[in-house]
């Protein structure tokens, strides 16, 4: 009989953040260049200081192995979600039944992945739906987050953050499936407004994007897209816009008008049209990286739930705005929805710099594929590290899509 062992407190949400957050140190972080599973073990080594070379090495070639039990049982409605834990090397896997969770146990047996089973009461479905209907605002407590709402694996529970003058008296009243939070005031900033030049032989996820007239380049290119009319779109982040009309472009050439975007809550996403004819032929799929052939790689997927992102999961950034010919440096998943930020995904181990604001985080797999997880939205006060930050924030592409963008599909190179 498979051994179950119950959620801790949902504090522990709040305890996860900290800890991952002090551990995670000031710097550039490590980068997607010729060799993935360098790039992995690095990004573990940076937020986990402690973890040792054989776990790191471990938990970065075991990444494939894991992500293959979200196919085989991700889509069931009794999946709770799951988080890795690089140090022990177990990969936690919540589910509403025991059949669910002892299948789990036996398909990480044979991919040679070590899963800790988590009976739990609510499905990320419900999670998700929970979390959502908080996000409305039509309650004193939705109100009082001002959408920074999150989700907590660990504990199966929503987070609401609040001022801390009100968590007494909202938590009183706080269904049981919300921990009421007080909220941490995280200090972030947009990451726009500063100046680089990349190529504009086709649109890479990471090239700059230029405002109004060539040369006022203000955020970087996240991914390209296609509507079911073969209509192209580029995403960028949506703190980026200047209004809807307005043209936009990347080195020498125009991309086309603002046609969209939104700034709120877990949303920070715009979608330029693409009316240029240098552009719009183009297969799309790519990302700029300066260290491969061409200066470019391809993107081989998109994540299809937000319960396919893990907090464990090494991620890098398709963005480097202080650095033209600069690398595409990598962190870890901290946070699938952080309630201290908006509900957004959080890195730990890299502090994203202005300019880097739309650019597209991918998450990079032991075979060397990357799979589109979202936009660049925001970071920590500073640049790299300057001011003491470590982590980066970004809208994940599956929020982006059902809220936002539904009839847009992300280009890609399988």
């Given at each position: 009989m498979t051994r179950f062992r119950a959620f801790a407190t949902a504090g522990m949400a709040v305890a996860l953040l900290a800890s991952t957050a002090g551990s995670a140190v000031a710097a550039d972080g490590t980068a997607d260049q010729k060799d993935p599973l360098d790039a992995a073990i690095s990004a573990y080594q940076r937020v986990y200081p402690r973890i040792s070379l054989d776990a790191a090495t471990r938990a970065a070639s075991q990444q494939d192995a894991r992500k293959s039990l979200y196919e085989a049982i991700g889509t069931d409605k009794s999946f709770g979600g799951a988080y890795f834990d690089p140090p022990t090397g177990i990969l936690h896997i919540a589910a509403t039944d025991e059949a669910t969770a002892e299948r789990a146990v036996e398909l990480g047996k044979q991919q040679g992945v070590e899963v800790e089973p988590q009976l739990v009461k609510r499905s990320y479905e419900e999670l998700m739906g929970i979390a959502n209907s908080l996000r409305s605002g039509e309650?004193?407590?939705?109100?009082?987050?001002?959408?920074?709402?999150?989700?907590?694996?660990?504990?199966?529970?929503?987070?609401?953050?609040v001022p801390a003058s009100q968590v007494e008296?909202?938590?009183?009243?706080?269904p049981d499936d919300v921990q009421v939070v007080a909220d941490p005031g995280v200090k972030?900033?947009?990451?726009?407004?500063?100046?680089?030049?990349?190529?504009?032989?086709?649109?890479?996820?990471?090239n700059?994007?230029?405002?109004?007239?060539?040369?006022?380049?203000?955020?970087?290119?996240?991914?390209?897209?296609?509507d079911a009319s073969n209509q192209r779109y580029v995403y960028t982040a949506g703190h980026c816009s200047g209004g809807n009309g307005v043209t936009w472009g990347t080195g020498c050439q125009t991309i086309g008008p603002m046609q969209s975007s939104v700034n709120f809550s877990f949303l920070d996403a715009s979608i330029i049209r693409v009316t240029n004819g240098w552009f719009t032929g183009d297969r799309g799929g790519e990302a700029y990286n300066e260290f491969f052939s061409g200066r470019t790689v391809n993107v081989n997927g998109v994540a299809p739930t937000m319960s396919y992102i893990w907090a464990g999961d090494t991620v890098c950034l398709a963005a480097n705005f202080t650095q033209p010919n600069g690398a595409n440096f990598c962190g870890v998943v901290g946070s699938v929805m952080d309630f201290s930020v908006r509900g957004m995904t959080r890195v730990d181990g890299f502090d994203a710099c202005p300019g880097d604001s739309g650019g597209g985080w991918y998450w990079l797999t032991p075979s060397g594929r990357r799979i589109a997880y979202g936009m660049h939205s925001r970071s920590d006060t500073g640049c790299h590290g300057d001011q003491g930050g470590s982590h980066s924030w970004f809208s994940a592409l599956p929020l982006v899509k059902a809220f936002f963008t539904p009839g847009l599909n992300v280009e890609v190179r399988p």
């Amino acid at each position: 009989m498979t051994r179950f062992r119950a959620f801790a407190t949902a504090g522990m949400a709040v305890a996860l953040l900290a800890s991952t957050a002090g551990s995670a140190v000031a710097a550039d972080g490590t980068a997607d260049q010729k060799d993935p599973l360098d790039a992995a073990i690095s990004a573990y080594q940076r937020v986990y200081p402690r973890i040792s070379l054989d776990a790191a090495t471990r938990a970065a070639s075991q990444q494939d192995a894991r992500k293959s039990l979200y196919e085989a049982i991700g889509t069931d409605k009794s999946f709770g979600g799951a988080y890795f834990d690089p140090p022990t090397g177990i990969l936690h896997i919540a589910a509403t039944d025991e059949a669910t969770a002892e299948r789990a146990v036996e398909l990480g047996k044979q991919q040679g992945v070590e899963v800790e089973p988590q009976l739990v009461k609510r499905s990320y479905e419900e999670l998700m739906g929970i979390a959502n209907s908080l996000r409305s605002g039509e309650t004193a407590l939705g109100k009082a987050t001002r959408g920074n709402v999150g989700i907590s694996v660990q504990s199966n529970q929503v987070i609401a953050a609040v001022p801390a003058s009100q968590v007494e008296t909202l938590a009183k009243s706080a269904p049981d499936d919300v921990q009421v939070v007080a909220d941490p005031g995280v200090k972030t900033e947009e990451d726009a407004c500063t100046s680089r030049a990349f190529c504009d032989t086709t649109i890479h996820a990471g090239n700059m994007l230029w405002r109004g007239f060539a040369g006022n380049n203000v955020c970087s290119v996240g991914f390209t897209a296609r509507d079911a009319s073969n209509q192209r779109y580029v995403y960028t982040a949506g703190h980026c816009s200047g209004g809807n009309g307005v043209t936009w472009g990347t080195g020498c050439q125009t991309i086309g008008p603002m046609q969209s975007s939104v700034n709120f809550s877990f949303l920070d996403a715009s979608i330029i049209r693409v009316t240029n004819g240098w552009f719009t032929g183009d297969r799309g799929g790519e990302a700029y990286n300066e260290f491969f052939s061409g200066r470019t790689v391809n993107v081989n997927g998109v994540a299809p739930t937000m319960s396919y992102i893990w907090a464990g999961d090494t991620v890098c950034l398709a963005a480097n705005f202080t650095q033209p010919n600069g690398a595409n440096f990598c962190g870890v998943v901290g946070s699938v929805m952080d309630f201290s930020v908006r509900g957004m995904t959080r890195v730990d181990g890299f502090d994203a710099c202005p300019g880097d604001s739309g650019g597209g985080w991918y998450w990079l797999t032991p075979s060397g594929r990357r799979i589109a997880y979202g936009m660049h939205s925001r970071s920590d006060t500073g640049c790299h590290g300057d001011q003491g930050g470590s982590h980066s924030w970004f809208s994940a592409l599956p929020l982006v899509k059902a809220f936002f963008t539904p009839g847009l599909n992300v280009e890609v190179r399988p």
